[in-house]
T-cell receptor
């Protein structure tokens, strides 16, 4: 079974630009969560999608948004990029909603650098 | 405010010894707790899940305990090997998974 895939793996943008990251979950997984990982803040929850609906959201500004398609693939978008958005963005899929008691399967991440 | 604290940022141990990692939390009432391993440049990998009504869980050389009174979980790696060198993250579930900052374990041969 193929794992979670994320594209692109690396991205360099400048302040003010916007970016879209993509995540393909494991086949059969309906829940996709996004996390931001930085050395200072660690792993922080961005949002979770289940069956094309945002089920939960973390404490991030409205510049961070996402969506999920009918095939469970998900995208996240960051508009008006700031230097502080430089991070590893991780996508995780699981069988059920909210991570519940199901393990999360993480992708390799997208390393975003904002200059 | 809610906090998840992992005992130390780094732990260096000799091969063959037992590594013990601590995860303490405040202002959470998790129904369960998970432990993940993360290698540099890669996403976390699930290791173990323990529910609030379980005191202990084992998987091969790994053992996890969960004390809801102390609000603490202990993660043990027995007979440690250099391949166990990684960052270990604990995670609690309320409406989302909240992660601790992690403890980086280095096992010396």
């Amino acid at each position: 079974k193929a794992g979670v895939t994320q594209t692109p793996r690396y991205l360099i943008k400048t302040r003010g630009q916007q970016v879209t990251l993509s995540c393909s979950p494991i086949s059969g997984h309906r829940s996709v969560s996004w996390y931001q990982q930085t050395p200072g803040q660690g792993l922080q929850f961005l949002f979770e999608y289940f069956s094309e609906t945002q089920r939960n959201k973390g404490n991030f500004p409205g510049r961070f948004s996402g969506r999920q398609f009918s095939n469970s693939r998900s995208e996240m978008n960051v508009s008006t990029l700031e230097l502080g958005d430089s991070a590893l963005y991780l996508c995780a899929s699981s069988l059920d909603s909210g991570g519940s008691y199901n393990e999360q399967f993480f992708g390799p991440g997208t390393r975003l650098t904002v200059l | 405010s809610q906090k998840i604290e992992q005992n130390s940022e780094a732990l260096n141990i000799q091969e063959g010894k037992t590594a013990t990692l601590t995860c303490n939390y405040t202002n959470y009432s998790p129904a369960y707790l998970q432990w993940y391993r993360q290698d540099p440049g890669r996403g976390p990998v699930f290791l173990l899940l323990i529910r609030e009504n379980e005191k202990e869980k084992r998987k091969e050389r790994l053992k996890v305990t969960f004390d809801t009174t102390l609000k603490q979980s202990l993660f043990h790696i027995t007979a440690s090997q250099p391949a166990d060198s990684a960052t270990y993250l604990c995670a609690l579930h309320d409406y989302k998974l909240s992660f601790g900052a992690g403890t980086t374990v280095t096992v010396r041969a």
